[in-house]
């Protein structure tokens, strides 16, 4: 069997997330499974030493103009493909999506009329499709809405990961057996806290966005690094011993080097390794982030968290923590965002907060493992009827 993982990188720390935490269930439950991922185009999140490194096999894809290019590796035969670890994409028996945050009028119609495409593509195949827990819509673009209409009806599953997302779904076309609400699947895994963490000078965290300035109003966009500077300074003033965490790329390195310089040079992390990464969000006391999986990463470990957020995803996710007034305006007073920081300071308020994350956090995670159990069980019953037949999954951004 061939399961292919789409829509997860290596760049985007949360979609690496997501790769590992796909990996591990499909690992789990389907160990003589053979993954599959896309090599993408020049300079892709999906490079080809990341991919060989976690045993992936490379899926023969290229698409140009609507034409499946990749299928001319049809032409080489299959005894070479599978020394090389190429697989066709008729080969592949179920496609799990793990986009995160991708089909959506806030990234354009292309993708979700590239899903719409290739979901087509696979529903006549017989390939099983799941969209893994994802963020959707909104989708007012006509093109997009007509993108959603097609999807829905090729996917075997569709989960969305609140009800604003199904709600975004749902209004296009109507409710669906096969579309439901599951939370974030990252919340299962855990993380090894690097060596040179010291919990004495890495106490609260921040975690910068730079979407934060291409995805806002100019208002928030223009505010958002003084708003980061304000909460690191009242931070320094409290003896909180705060540091800043790159989870992306380069625009969130500038955005905290920006920050650290104007409180006189906090200490910067630069970890590659996502699993890390989810290791010191559960090491530290707090965190004040922008990056949606570094905030699952904290909260679902219990670490007392804010945010501030470009999308309706993060006031989902506090929500289902139970502390939807952790989202924060950027643009609160100086007396508004102390009293938000004595969340992350004062330790009787830690306490109750931390306590009231790890009893929404227990429930999150039955939640994510019914969600896997059932995508397992649709899983074998396309096995029990086309017993080879490849099963593609969908992973979310």
């Known amino acids: 069997m061939y ?23 499909v690992r789990k439950n389907l160990p003589a499974a053979k993954v599959v991922m896309e090599p993408g185009r020049a300079k892709s999140p999906y490079p080809y030493f990341n991919r060989a490194s976690l045993g992936l096999y ?18 080489v035969p299959a005894g070479i493909r599978e020394q090389y670890g190429i697989v066709l994409d008729k080969e592949i028996n179920v496609v799990l999506d793990a986009a995160g945050f991708a089909y959506s009028d806030q990234w354009g119609p292309d993708l979700s009329e590239e899903l719409a495409r290739s979901s087509k593509r696979w529903k006549k195949q017989g390939s ?3 969209l893994l827990p994802q963020a959707f819509g909104p989708f007012r673009d006509p ?39 599951a939370p974030d699947f990252t919340n299962l895994i855990t993380g090894p806290v690097p060596d040179y963490f010291d919990p004495e ?7 910068p966005n730079c979407r934060m300035l291409d995805k806002t109003d100019d208002s928030v966009a223009k505010g958002y690094a003084p708003f980061l500077e304000r909460a690191a300074k009242a931070l320094v003033e409290r003896g909180a011993k705060p540091f800043l965490l790159i989870h992306e790329g380069e625009g969130d390195a500038r955005l905290a080097e920006q920050v650290s310089r104007a409180v006189g040079g906090l200490p910067i992390l630069r970890e590659t390794d996502p699993l890390a990464i989810k290791g010191i969000l559960g090491a530290c006391r707090g965190t004040l982030g922008s990056r949606f999986h570094g905030l699952v990463s904290a909260l679902s470990q219990g670490v007392p968290s804010l945010a501030t957020g470009w999308s309706h995803k993060y006031q989902m996710l506090f929500a289902d923590y139970g502390f ?13 965002l102390n009293r938000a920081l004595d969340n992350l300071t004062d330790p009787v308020q830690m ?9 929404h956090s227990a429930e999150l995670k039955t939640r994510t493992q019914a969600m896997w159990n059932e995508v397992f069980a649709l899983i074998e019953q396309g096995r029990n009827v086309r017993s080879e037949k490849p099963v593609a999954v969908a992973t979310g951004r």
């Open 324 to 336: 939807s007034e952790g989202v924060l305006d950027i643009n609160l007073s100086d007396e508004e």
């Open 351 to 359: 306490q109750a907060l931390s306590a009231r994350l790890n009893a």
């Open 58 to 75: 490379q899926k023969a894809w290229l698409w140009r103009k609507g034409i499946p290019f990749g299928d001319l590796a049809a032409v």
């Open 128 to 130: 099983k499709v799941i």
């Open 3 to 25: 399961v292919e993982i789409r829509k997860a990188g290596f760049v985007n720390k949360g979609a690496a997330l997501m790769l590992h935490a796909a990996l591990q269930q």
């Open 143 to 181: 093109r997009s809405r007509e993108a959603v209409k097609a999807f829905v009806d090729n996917c075997d599953l569709i989960f969305a990961r609140e009800q604003i997302s199904y709600d975004y779904l749902t209004e296009i076309v109507g409710e669906r057996d096969n579309i439901k609400i």
């Open 201 to 207: 000078i890495h106490q609260i965290c921040l975690v």
